[in-house]
């Protein structure tokens, strides 16, 4: 954003004008132009505030980038559960891979009972290695719906292929594209036309913007909805597994308003600190938290380290969402 | 961290119950021995524990990096006010730079009333031009001691050369060391050896680590205690002024259990966004927040658009301090 | 790579044998056994070398991550074309979009004549924009394919979707994956299912070991090889576009040997730095460079800022392939 | 950079003219004026020539940030030896730490006669932790001065203390400040006043901006000029110790047009490494290069993994320097 100053425009004063509304400013000359140059790391406004402050001939703004992502009412629907701004704050859990029948129905109802929303696991997973558990595919997909149905919940997981996009658009209510595929347009334009609500993962090294850009692919597709979800990116702190940029979700959440929810178990990969960074979350203002739970954690297909025991589970899903009684 | 096996020992089954701890493990394998390398972003674990499972021949770890921060009580304790792991979540808020006496004077009251508990303000400034204003100096900090007396604060003010840490230990309650300096080891060692307490902020790009023995230097040198103070690292999106690692801030107060605060103004520079992740550094367990305030902040002589208006901050100070009644 | 010491072995002059070949020890101890754990920043070393040292009682090493790209010979047959250790420096140049028939041609022309061996060029774009220009497609393939062979030429084109993986593999006599794509698995296995030898840009925030094993990907599934190509990670200063990091490609091409060739139009964006990073490639021992062309770079159809003139490619490609006389 | 347009000009022409200018450009648009935006990962460029194009109103530009670096001649004189564009490429050689009288003296022997004419080596070391070794202080000054007088070579060291500052200046000839203080003020202001020439590390988390302005606090407060040193920004990828950021050494050297010179041995931490990226740097048009050596590296009381043999030292050496016979 650029703010020109009318001719004899007493600089300094327009200067403070702009301070006081949070704006950090660089003065540009021409030969015959002043301008305030505005940093993106300012305090959103209102260009015709702006026009209206006392020695500013005018407002320069860029054609707004994803026009479906900021038409989109602030709220996703997914079946009967509603996500975002006004919204009672929203818990997905359930395992990192889905692994047994059994298993997925005991736990859905639990957390169900507990107060969570949705449940997340994997039936495709998105591995580093080719060596690595890859997924039980379709009829994971299968045991997770019945399992969420049966408990009350909705479902979510991750598609990675645009050849398992119908499959997973048949089962899922929602459908995740993972950090890895945030960019993956191919994959993009298949899930949005399938008009279900996605979620969509910020990549590791993904600025806001492009993460915005992302979800406009998928409204311009037909996306029933997209909620964006924080994950962590690339740090270089090996405390933690990822980094959790929760001024990005503060970010998204008030002053880009859309649905934002967060998972604390990738960005951080620890256990013990999962709890707290999910309380920040709501703190914050996030519109949900997504975290991992395994009733055997030391038996999982993968990311057992940083699943909670279905207890902890429990009692954590029973702190975030209890004001919702 | 690393774990040896038993010979004979049942790797899958050891590995099965160091996952279920919360660790990230990975095999390695020598002409006589196996073992598991426990990754750092692992949960911390007590060693014994991990020698009591069936299989585990040793653990082996390297030597306490800094001593002197795990010794340190986690309270630290700043004239009457304790800080830190059990005590009540800590205020600190004042101007960027102290600028005039009667300000300083009436802001101080304004925020002790709220509930704030230390005066915070800048008589030399670390500024990255060289032509920005410098700060008062030694008549600033007077203002600030006195108003702080005065108001029943704790005075915190940073000191960045070894020519003024005379000056500031005479006046300031708790001495801060700045970003940049924090691996500025000549100044480290001279200010730990006036006795005073000290607010360690984190470099811009220093790892936990490199933080703590950061603060081994101060302790080690007769520092009266080191609060860690959280104020955004480097990151790569221009939507915040930082990036504010709140990941690290819970592994420091839970897992490394020693004192630390968080400062949203300068990991955000965003107005809009310093009440939300104040709330999130309360939810995590941080022992504290620091934000910017000012009566007039388009006249602020520096960070004038970070600075909430002294009414946003009382009312922040008042929210963020009430359970403490 | 853990290295124990036998039971009385004297630790300080195991750690002097160990630092003068280029480790970085981390001194470890458990109840029986003493340790020094070697970082991954230290120089390649054999075990059997560490093995024979004084005092050192085993090496514990983990399993091969990407044994069929360690496997993969060095060098990568492109057609005629031989690329990697040993062969001679290889230029890809070419437009960001192909746009023009006519163009192409003249533009393959001219590249040939002056020592380039891969004509490059977009008909699928991934764009981080969707109302920016995606590509001609099919009918880009086919000009860029009659261009390459008149001029003898091999194409190398980028793949960015399942369903065109026919279509890329049926003209292209490389397939090119985007950095945006280094971890889009499903595409890796159908890439790497077509046999063709394949072109790996680096993801944006992919590790080098992420990097390998996005290659072990390919190679498991048929690649006719794997070249990979670095083209700048996300940085956080504005002043190129993205930040290059030849010590990764330096560590590619010496110590992990693999082929690996670098581009400096999309790691920099700045047309002005571009011929001195590709001679810095060079230099450096990789095995190849990429640069952007375009006889008309303010039409361009994306990144013409960054695209060299003609005359500026032809003369940079004269300059890097001359030795090969 | 803004660029207005004329009332009625056609904006896809000026656009085109631009882009083709190397420059690349958001649009933006008020109620009256219609402008493009440059990034500053465009190729530099006059503002006149920018003027001169047709249908541009106007060109706003910020004022200059560091005019005395701007107007320093880029040809930097230390003694007899100068650095910069233009003169002979520089090396730069000698231990991380001073640690004998007669070591350093035969070492300067030998590096002088390859054709070094800098020597390099630590009084005063900083280290991130306490409890390692500090350095043999003013002790290792006078060794190291005497042994690069004999040997004929110019002597460069750390200063990092303002108590310090006159010890070094009176042995040094060129005063070197670490990346850890690029960004203490204070000690930069009382290096500058000695009037030395100045080697100025770049900061691990500093943009090319700060690391400008930091050598603008030198020179303003009297510094003989300012060499800048690149020698690796914090990375997230392990396998090397730091991330060489060679792109912003070409926009120093070339677009900034500033004396600087790479460290790859910091940079890297590999020994198997420093030789090829000592290459690149050449190539790439850096002024100079910094390498360590020592005769017995598992002796070096500090950083002896990346320090070549002598041997080593005094081969590249003389492969940097040939071309100046």
New interface residues.
């Given amino acids: 954003?650029?703010v020109?100053l009318s001719k004899g425009a007493d600089g300094a004063a327009v200067?403070?004008?702009?301070?006081?509304r949070?704006?950090?400013?660089?003065?540009?000359?021409?030969?015959?132009?002043?301008?305030f140059?505005v940093?993106?790391?300012?305090?959103?406004i209102d260009s015709d505030e702006l026009?209206s402050v006392q020695g500013v001939?005018?407002?320069?703004?860029?054609?707004p980038?994803h026009p479906e992502v900021s038409k989109q009412s602030s709220i996703v629907k997914v079946g009967p559960h509603e996500l975002g701004p006004g919204a009672p704050f929203a818990v997905f859990s359930g395992p990192c891979s889905i692994d047994s029948e059994e298993r997925i129905h005991r736990l859905a109802r639990d957390l169900a009972q507990a107060g969570a929303t949705f449940l997340r696991g994997g039936a495709f997973k998105?591995?580093?290695?080719?060596y690595s558990f890859q997924g039980y595919g379709v009829e994971a997909l299968k045991w997770m719906k019945q399992a969420a149905k049966d408990a009350g919940l909705a479902m979510v997981t991750e598609c990675?292929?645009?050849?398992t996009v119908d499959d997973v658009a048949e089962y899922a209510d929602m459908v995740q594209i993972g950090s890895?595929?945030m960019?993956?347009?191919?994959?993009l334009k298949e899930v949005g036309a399938t008009g279900r609500p996605v979620m969509l993962k910020r990549?590791?090294?993904a600025?806001?913007?492009?993460w915005l850009?992302a979800g406009?692919?998928l409204l311009?597709h037909g996306a029933g909805g997209v909620v964006f979800c924080e994950r962590?990116?690339?740090?270089?702190?090996?405390?933690?597994?990822n980094?959790?940029?929760?001024?990005?979700v503060?970010?998204m959440?008030?002053?880009k308003k859309v649905a934002v929810i967060v998972d604390p178990s990738h960005?951080?990969?620890?256990?013990?600190?999962v709890p707290?960074?999910a309380?920040?979350?709501?703190?914050?203002?996030a519109h949900g938290a997504m975290f991992e739970t395994h009733d055997?954690?030391?038996?999982?297909l993968s990311d057992?380290?940083?699943a909670l025991s279905v207890e902890a589970a429990v009692s954590l899903t029973r702190e975030l969402t209890e004001s919702r009684a």
Avoid: C
């Fill in positions: 954003m650029i020109t200067k403070k004008q702009l301070v006081a949070g704006l950090w400013v660089e003065r540009l000359e021409g030969a015959e132009v002043v301008a140059q940093s993106p790391s300012s305090r959103p026009r001939a005018d407002v320069l703004l860029s054609a980038a998105p591995r580093t290695s080719p990675m292929s645009e050849a890895r595929n960019q993956n347009y191919a994959l990549g590791m090294a600025t806001v913007k492009e850009l406009e692919y311009m962590g990116i690339r740090g270089f702190d090996s405390s933690t597994r980094l959790l940029d929760l001024g990005s503060a970010d959440a008030h002053a960005a951080s990969g620890r256990l013990d600190l707290h960074l309380r920040a979350a709501k703190a914050l203002g055997d954690p030391g038996s999982a057992g380290p940083q």
